[in-house]
């Protein structure tokens, strides 16, 4: 099946430093999305990214689609406290508007004062 | 802003119980999802849900596992006899005609 995996798995940063994930797959995705998780609680999307090569930002957030469609990264500019989660990226197929995410593995970040 | 409901938010249930887990779409989106989450783990495709009938199903949606919108609104997963490893956060998530998957606060199914 298809495989997401992202990287770093974890990561401590102080407050005010900018952070960078990123995400590869061994299948080509027609979207890639990035959903912050906190605990307890449902993923919310933060970006979508719909063609190769697009660079989109949304506040402190930017991501890419990797020209291969294979591939995504996520920056956070300037973290707070509040970017603390586990952030996934997530691809979704060539089916069609209703197919399915395929979710990665995760980055979970931890932000210190 | 419009949002996914979930309900229950939390079921702890003995184990070859039945249980049903309870969602409201966003009322215009047309796409349904239901996914899961071991603790710890990434989050699972379980099933799609188009024009009333499953779009898609993964392998863990096996015959334990059914679907149903029995309204316009509701959107339902039941799971017929509930095993240990069933135990996990079941999200729904419905998506419009942009494709982008807005997710519930999940519901915790606790099996014993």
């Known amino acids: 099946g298809q495989q997401l995996n992202q990287s770093p798995q974890s990561m401590f940063i102080q407050e005010g430093e900018d952070v960078s994930m990123n995400c590869t797959s061994s299948?080509?995705?027609?979207?890639w999305l990035w959903y912050k998780q906190d605990p307890g609680e449902g993923p919310v999307l933060l970006i979508a990214?719909?063609?190769?090569?697009e660079l989109t930002s949304n506040g402190r957030l930017t991501a890419q689609f990797g020209i291969t469609r294979k591939d995504s990264f996520l920056n956070i500019s300037a973290s707070i406290p509040s970017d603390v989660g586990i952030y996934f990226c997530?691809?979704?197929?060539?089916?069609?508007?209703?197919?399915?995410?395929?979710f990665g593995t995760g980055t979970r970040l931890q932000v210190t004062l | 802003e419009p949002e996914v409901t979930q309900t229950p938010s939390h079921q702890v249930t003995q184990m070859g119980q039945e249980v049903i887990l309870r969602c409201v779409p966003i009322?215009?989106?047309?796409?349904f999802y239901w996914y899961r989450q071991i603790l710890g783990q990434k989050v699972e495709f379980l099933v799609s849900?188009?024009?009333?009938?499953?779009?898609?199903k993964s392998e863990i949606f096996d015959d334990q596992f059914s679907v149903e919108r029995p309204d316009g609104s509701n959107f339902t997963l039941k799971i017929r006899s509930t095993k240990l490893e069933d135990s996990a956060m079941y999200f729904c998530?419905?998506?419009?005609?942009?494709?982008?998957?807005?997710f519930g606060e999940g519901s915790r199914l606790t099996v014993l």
């Open positions: 998530a419905s998506s419009g005609l942009t494709g982008e998957l807005f």
């Open positions: 299948s080509i995705f027609n979207t």
């Open positions: 990214l719909y063609k190769a090569g």
């Open positions: 997530a691809g979704q197929g060539l089916d069609g508007t209703a197919s399915k995410l395929t």
């Open positions: 009322s215009n989106h047309l796409y």
């Open positions: 849900f188009y024009n009333n009938e499953i779009s898609e």
